[in-house]
């Protein structure tokens, strides 16, 4: 049973370009969630989907930045516009069960870095 | 607002010792979940231990302990007989809807 995978693992941009980031849960598991990591910080929460839907954005900066989880496929973080400051390690979650989780899984991360 | 503090940004401990690293939260919920991760060189976030709000015994996971005082809102995590593939960011994280992070313990296990 694999785990939560995330691809690329490090994905380099020049300023203005587009970064796709895309995060294939753990079978069975229906709820995701991204996460950022600025150096030598904690993980702070963007968003959670479920499939084909947004539950909670409230840590998703208001422009520039979009989430999907399709009914089928992977789910996607997208950064239009990339600029220096987006530099980051960017984690997804999954967990079986949404709300109060008792567990969720990580992938190893995507490094972007915008140069 | 839900918050989680680590007041220790660095921790070192010889090896085979043990250390404890501090965790304190605010939440007004009543039910949730506390985590501890660790997160070595390789980035990959990996659960340590993790404990349910409403159970009153400290969970244990071989050399991993907790010290949870709910009233207090303190979680700390317990490492008995370091190792030094303990080395490594430690977080702690509690859950309602979803997870919410501390900024994280640098631990450094020394020979």
């Known amino acids: 049973n694999a785990g939560v995978m995330q691809n690329p693992r490090h994905l380099v941009r020049r300023r203005g370009q587009e970064a796709r980031l895309r995060c294939s849960p753990m079978?069975?598991?229906?709820?995701v969630y991204w996460y950022r990591q600025l150096p030598e910080e904690g993980l702070k929460f963007m968003v959670y989907l479920q499939k084909e839907n947004i539950i909670d954005e409230s840590g998703m900066p208001k422009e520039r930045f979009s989430a999907e989880f399709p009914k089928e496929g992977p789910s996607i973080l997208r950064i239009q516009q990339v600029v220096r400051g987006d530099s980051a390690a960017y984690f997804c979650a999954s967990s079986a069960s949404g709300g109060r989780t008792r567990e969720a899984f990580f992938g190893q991360g995507t490094r972007l870095t915008v140069v | 607002a839900q918050t989680v503090t680590q007041s220790q940004p660095e921790m070192s401990v010889q090896e085979a010792e043990t250390v404890t690293l501090s965790c304190t939260y605010d939440?007004?919920?009543?039910?949730?979940?506390l985590f501890w991760y660790k997160q070595p060189p390789s980035r990959q976030m990996i659960l340590v231990i993790r404990?349910?709000?409403?159970?009153?015994q400290n969970a244990t996971e071989n050399r991993f302990s907790v010290n949870f005082q709910k009233a207090a809102k303190s979680f700390s995590l317990k490492i008995s007989d370091s190792q030094l593939g303990d080395t490594a960011m430690y977080f702690c994280?509690?859950?309602?809807?979803?997870?919410?992070f501390g900024t994280g313990t640098r631990l450094q296990v020394f020979p």
């Open positions: 079978k069975g598991h229906s709820h």
């Open positions: 404990q349910e709000a409403y159970k009153q």
């Open positions: 994280a509690f859950t309602t809807d979803k997870l919410i």
């Open positions: 939440t007004s919920e009543n039910n949730y979940y």
